[in-house]
């Protein structure tokens, strides 16, 4: 199992919440400490992506968050449970509002692909996925 | 750590001093600040972000939604920040072309296109 398991209400104010965890864990993992705001800006990305997937299909589930712990890497992994048949596909449903939401989505997605180099984002039926992973300095390993 | 908002006005600008944090969560309270000044017929904002700890993409929107409403009435949206940080938000997103980015509110407020 993940090293630690988030779940939170699809709510805006627990973001924030999401984010200092995810610092946390990713600084205990060995993430370089320059690299944390990347690493809160990602999670907050994505979790602020996801929060709004749910507000707007009126999905009760909570949003979930899994931090991984590996050899030499960091994982975080954000899941929804919005279906959406082809992923961003949103646009082509609705009206003005579903393309506000859908071009602010495109923006978080924008930031995470500038911050993180080794980012998944996959959607199905049941949901999506944004997996993001760093690399990370093994205790004891000096930094030249 | 939530948001402060003061403003203030120097001339025929309007600066607006943003603190804390611009989330999903408080992204709102600084669209409804912006709404609320040009509503109120101030079209020449300066958003000094020196205070600012965090800004994600909804506060990159909430600012790109200001620049669109003051442009509706010829006016213009300019950014104070120095904080490398927050600038890279803006760089990694093409937002450095969009908004005057100046180093001070005297700066910013001094500016003319």
Sequence with gaps: MATVELRFSALPEHVRTARLVAAAVARRAGVDEAVLDEVRLAVGEACSRAVGLHQTAGIAEPVRVALIEEEKQFSIEVGDEAPRSVPGDRASQGGADTDVEAEEDEMGLAVISGLVDDVEVTAGEHGGLIRMTWPTTPPGVALT | ?113
């Design chain 2, 1 to 113: 750590m939530d948001l402060s908002l003061s403003t203030r006005t120097v001339g025929d600008r309007t600066v607006v001093e943003v603190g804390g944090e611009i989330d999903v969560y408080t992204a709102p309270k600084l669209r409804e600040q912006l709404v609320e000044l040009v509503n109120d017929g101030n079209f020449h904002l300066v958003v000094d972000m020196e205070g600012v700890d965090f800004l994600d993409s909804t506060g990159l929107g909430v600012l790109v939604g200001g620049l669109k409403r003051v442009r509706a009435h010829e006016g213009s949206l300019r950014l104070v920040c120095n904080q490398e940080r927050i600038l890279k938000i803006f760089r990694i997103t093409g937002l450095t072309k969009v908004f005057p980015i100046h180093t001070s509110v005297e700066e910013a407020v001094a500016a003319t296109d």
